[in-house]
């Protein structure tokens, strides 16, 4: 009797998160076809990243002005670059194309792998017509004109070269500085094309907010003219039980492959466990899960304006009977907020974070006590995100839980605003008809906040936030619970 080895789980070559423009053909699939005559054989996860990056419009220009490519180490970044340069210089007839890179010997390495890919392959070698291998000079000319530079960026080289694709590798260590400088050279191309390439970020460690910023433009949904994939894990918290289905578990080997399309092919799962028993939680989750610790991106206030929500903080505001609380619980479990919503005596709704803090099992105690103090209307959570582990417990303790769900979420989130924001088209006497009693992790929430779309309606996006957005979710949804408590006790409303 033979016993067969399982086989090797391999990595998934779906990204979690993928924003490709809408376009008519690609190049992508020339591109790599390219690269296979090259001796570079794409897996198929790098194949995708060409052919939606490469997407192009009915006007032969590209879809994508952006391309952003989020994955951890060593599972084949470099390879999408170099078919993405071999395109540049032999199909598509760039006249320049720049490589730049955080450390010079990762220009450096570049550009020995890339000028091995020509050598190797004589119709590419033949069309060389010069190649400088000077330290800080490397290069590549063609016999047509066109030039392919390596740069690295700590040397503030490449200012005012004006590329037809510039391809900016570790971009976890982007700073602003290059790309505001790189930006106004690219206005004169006929279509010009920009790829961010790295792994996950960290500001406590390096300047990256171009990065983030690119990252939060695809978890919102609306950029029009930016193709971005990433691999990376939502992993659960402390307070997530063993049976918790609503985040990734670091240790598993499932989470591993979800993170990793190179796993099983470039990198083994043996070797990924002996990483996590030596790098530290924070690290290995960085590292190998792809989890980020991002800035703020534009300084936050993307949502609000700072002062349309300062406008309607109100120290001494209180809500008349009767009114409804909600619970949120934080996206990494660690921490929840309980918010409560009903009407003042001036007619205004009046908002407020009543409590806020680490973990979960404080909830149900708190809001029994709540209960008893003021007899609400409505008890609300948004079962789809975590607090839904919270439901069999609440109903365990009597509540009736108004479940905010479905459409409702994007109606509840957009009512917010416009009670809050002051629309273009607005009469002379228009006022904000919220108000809302200040707290720091509420006003963190919403200076950070992040939209995601769905469909036409967008939500306050979990994942996308650089801060805790459950005191904001949670003041959402009590909000939207006290609203239309009448109508829920009737049946759905029609809010359509």
């Known amino acids: 009797m033979t016993v067969l080895d399982a086989p090797a789980l391999l990595g998934s070559q779906e990204p979690t998160v993928t924003s490709v423009p809408e376009h008519v053909s690609s190049a992508g699939h020339e591109a790599a076809l390219l690269a296979d005559r090259a001796g570079l054989v794409l897996d198929p996860w790098q194949r995708q990243v060409l052919i939606g990056g490469l997407g192009e419009r009915a006007d032969g220009r590209w879809a994508a002005f952006e391309v952003g490519v989020m994955v951890a180490r060593q599972n084949g970044k470099g390879a999408i670059a170099e078919a993405r340069v071999l395109a540049g210089l032999f199909l598509l007839g760039e006249r320049l194309i720049m490589y730049s890179a955080h450390e010079f010997k990762t220009a450096s390495e570049m550009f ?27 290069g590549i000319e063609l016999t047509t004109g066109q030039r392919l530079r390596f740069l690295a960026r700590s040397t503030g080289s490449g200012r005012g070269f004006s590329g037809d694709c510039n391809l900016l590798d570790e971009a976890q260590h982007l700073g602003e500085a290059p790309v505001d400088a790189l930006m106004p050279t690219m206005s004169a191309r006929p279509n010009p094309q920009l790829w961010y390439l790295g792994s996950a970020p960290d500001k406590d460690l390096a300047p990256c907010e171009p990065f983030a910023r690119v990252r939060s433009r695809a978890m919102v949904g609306d950029a029009k003219r930016l193709a971005y994939f990433e691999w990376s894990a939502a992993l659960c918290g402390d307070q997530c039980g063993t049976d918790c289905d609503q985040h990734d578990d670091a240790s598993s080997p499932l989470t591993w492959a979800k993170t990793n399309p190179g796993m099983g092919i470039r990198i083994s799962e043996e070797h990924i466990a002996t990483e996590r028993e030596s790098m530290s939680p924070r690290g290995f989750a960085r590292e190998r899960l792809s989890v980020g610790n991002y800035p703020t991106v534009g300084g936050g206030w993307e949502v609000f304006s700072q002062p349309a929500w300062t406008g309607i903080e109100d120290e ?46 404080w909830v149900v105690p708190r809001l029994e006590t709540l209960r008893g103090r003021w007899g609400p209307c409505a008890v609300a959570i948004a079962p789809a995100g975590p607090t839904g582990s919270l439901q069999p417990d609440l109903e365990d303790a009597g509540f009736e839980l108004t479940l905010v769900k479905g459409r409702d979420t994007g109606a509840a989130c957009g009512s917010l605003y416009d009670a809050i924001v002051r629309p273009p088209d607005a009469e002379p006497g228009w006022a904000p008809t919220m108000r809302v009693r200040p707290h720091p992790a509420l006003t963190a929430a919403v200076a950070g906040a992040a939209r995601r779309f769905i469909g036409d309606a967008w939500v306050f996006d979990r994942r996308g936030s650089a801060v805790d957005p459950a005191p904001l979710i949670s003041l959402v949804v009590a909000r939207w619970a006290f609203l239309t408590r009448e109508r829920i006790d009737d049946g759905p409303p029609n809010i359509w």
């Open 112 to 138: 020995r792998r890339i000028l091995e890919l020509i050598e190797g392959t004589p119709a590419f070698s033949r069309r060389v017509k010069a190649v400088a291998r000077s330290k800080g000079e490397e």
């Open 316 to 361: 001494a505001s209180t809500p008349a009977d009767p009114v409804a609380f909600a619970v949120e619980v934080a996206p990494e479990r660690n921490a929840a907020a309980i918010s409560v919503a009903g009407a003042r005596e001036d007619g205004l709704l009046h908002g407020e974070v009543v409590d806020y803090r680490p973990g979960t099992s």
